[in-house]
């Protein structure tokens, strides 16, 4: 057989771009004009109609990591197919294609690939990295927004190394869908330092970096040396930060948020959508947000990085630095977090308790416990972010309930097997008193003879209203105020005030309330003067920015 018998037959382009591909709804003129006459069947369906079967075979998959997998290929094939699905069915939609089956994709990524996706900046190659950036053929105006993840800390699953690309890639999803950040300006990258998981290291199908995780002065050297290149390659590009390990998370966000346009979920974003729900509380509760007391249980990055926001709105509130920051108690496995402990972290410090002041109080093996705490303290708000599987027992939710009137009880820890308390355990422990919102979605609670519908403070009511506004803005920076603003948007779409009502919106029609959060956060970075750009119409500039999945005129030629 000769060489050109043997060649398999070119596809057209039209057809292997994910961005311009159409495929059955090309006209007979679009077909003739891009060279596909014959590579079709001669039916033409719509856009609707591709939907409609697209959306059917999404329902026959065998399982939800079926259905991801699925939804990844039709992502690679046609991107405006695959985000008019996402959008028309995003509340189903929205745990298969990012969390929780999302995990499940990850930890199977090296065995399950198909395709690339995104960027891969490896810590063995930095000087790669300006070259990585110019394969997109991308000018500094066409990007504006980067996900990236060096994967140490992905959902609840920890370490997955560079199939931690597939968070960029989701969350991503996630603005498109809800948001409609415009696919063609986005870029996941992945930050392959290594993996400490040594399965991954001797898998021999492992496409990462196969050495333990680079840390110390080379880790922050690539670390700086990726803001500073991608920010110089996209200068207008929001760089988001997602699922660092809890050592570098807070310290990049510290270090670097002044100087570029950054922004973490883990911390800020979480710490948003917890305050939304915690301003929705107060307006049932009625206990001022200057008058709340916190116990954190789950001192690390998210845990700490939710009391910051949760003291800055007391402070907005009218409370005094000093006291907002006495009004927030941290317990991790060490017990409550006392100032004479040698072993806290720096974003802990300024919470950790004065031992004389807890010197009566009972210990457990030298631990005050975190029972102990609530019942000493009194707290109007309880959180969990410890990943520890019913730590908030029976005993701690009713001394809650002694100690306030409403209280409120957020363990928003997942997936359910990390959760601290179930919802309907925390509604009957409190006798119905209890204000609970969770991070997994669960099912509405019968108690008493009222249905309580329970709130998930999912990251996605929020962060892609926030860099949506951020984008129109042009922001400069992500600041407290813009937060602020995301939160309290937010938690303005729910009523808390029935019986049984939720703390925050439905996820279902997340376009409209990212278009609701985005108004707000361009409005608050002009009050807080980091916008660049000034909309005479902040409600009509962030609907004109939404990029539509339709299939504009023209768009294939």
Request: charged fraction near 20%.
């Amino acid at each position: 057989m000769t060489e050109s018998h043997a060649r398999t037959p070119a596809t057209p382009s039209a057809l292997v771009d994910p961005l311009r591909n159409r495929g059955v709804a090309f006209t007979p003129e679009e077909r003739d004009a891009l060279g596909l006459t014959g590579r079709l069947p001669s039916g033409v369906l719509t856009l609707e109609r591709q939907a409609q079967r697209a959306y059917q075979q999404t329902e026959v998959q065998g399982s939800d990591l079926a259905k991801n997998v699925y939804l990844e290929q039709l992502h690679d094939r046609n991107e405006t197919l695959y985000f008019k699905v996402v959008a028309e069915h995003l509340a189903e939609l929205l745990p298969i294609i990012y969390d929780p089956t999302v995990g499940e994709a990850i930890e199977k990524y090296s065995h399950e690939y198909r395709r690339p996706r995104g960027i891969f900046l490896s810590i063995d190659r930095p000087d790669d990295m300006e070259k990585a950036f110019a394969t997109l053929q991308l000018g500094p105006e066409d990007v504006d927004l980067i996900v990236c993840t060096d994967a140490e800390q992905i959902l609840g699953i920890g370490d997955w190394g560079v199939g931690g690309i597939q968070i960029s890639v989701g969350k991503l999803a996630v603005y498109t869908a809800a948001a409609g950040i415009d696919p063609r300006r986005v870029v996941p990258v992945s930050l392959d330092v290594g993996t400490d998981r040594t399965t991954l290291q001797d898998d021999p199908l492992y496409l990462g970096n196969r050495h333990p995780r680079v840390r110390g002065a080379d880790y922050d050297t690539f670390i700086e040396k990726y803001l500073e290149t991608a920010s110089s390659a996209f200068p207008n590009a929001l760089l988001h930060f997602e699922d660092f390990g809890p050592s570098n998370a807070r310290r990049i966000l510290e270090q670097y948020s002044g100087r570029y346009r950054i922004f973490n979920d883990d911390m800020q974003g979480t710490g948003a959508i917890t305050l939304a729900a915690a301003l929705s509380a107060v307006k049932v509760s009625g206990v001022r947000m200057r008058d709340q007391k916190l116990v954190v249980f789950g001192a690390g990055t998210a845990g700490v990085g939710i009391a910051d926001q949760l003291r800055d709105a007391m402070i907005r509130d009218g409370a005094a630095p000093e006291r907002a920051a006495a009004q927030v108690w941290l317990v991790d496995k060490q017990g409550l977090l006392t100032g004479d402990m040698t072993d806290l972290r720096d974003f802990q410090q300024p919470y950790a308790r004065d031992p004389a002041d807890v010197a009566d109080w009972a210990r457990h093996d030298d631990v005050i416990a975190l029972l102990e705490t609530v019942r000493r303290v009194k707290p109007t708000i309880l959180l969990g972010t410890s990943t520890v599987q019913g730590a908030f027992t029976r005993e701690v939710v009713e001394a809650m309930a002694e100690g306030t009137e409403q209280p409120v009880i957020f363990p928003i820890s997942n997936p359910t097997s990390r959760i601290e308390a179930m919802p309907a355990d925390v509604i009957s422990w409190s006798r119905g008193k209890a204000l609970v919102a969770t991070g997994i979605p669960v099912p509405p609670v019968e108690y008493g003879g009222v249905t309580y519908q329970i709130g998930q403070a999912n990251n996605a009511l929020l962060y892609p209203g926030l860099g949506l506004g951020t984008i129109v803005s042009g922001a400069s920076q992500v600041t407290s105020g813009m937060l602020l603003a995301a939160a309290q948007a937010v938690a303005d779409q729910a009523d808390p005030s029935g019986p049984g009502a939720s703390l925050l919106p439905p996820v279902d029609d997340l376009r409209e309330s990212s278009a609701i959060t985005a108004t707000a956060v361009v409005k608050a970075a002009l009050d807080d003067g980091v916008a660049t750009s000034k909309p005479i119409d902040t409600a009509e500039a962030v609907r004109e920015a939404m990029w539509q999945p339709v299939y504009a005129d023209g768009a294939a030629a």
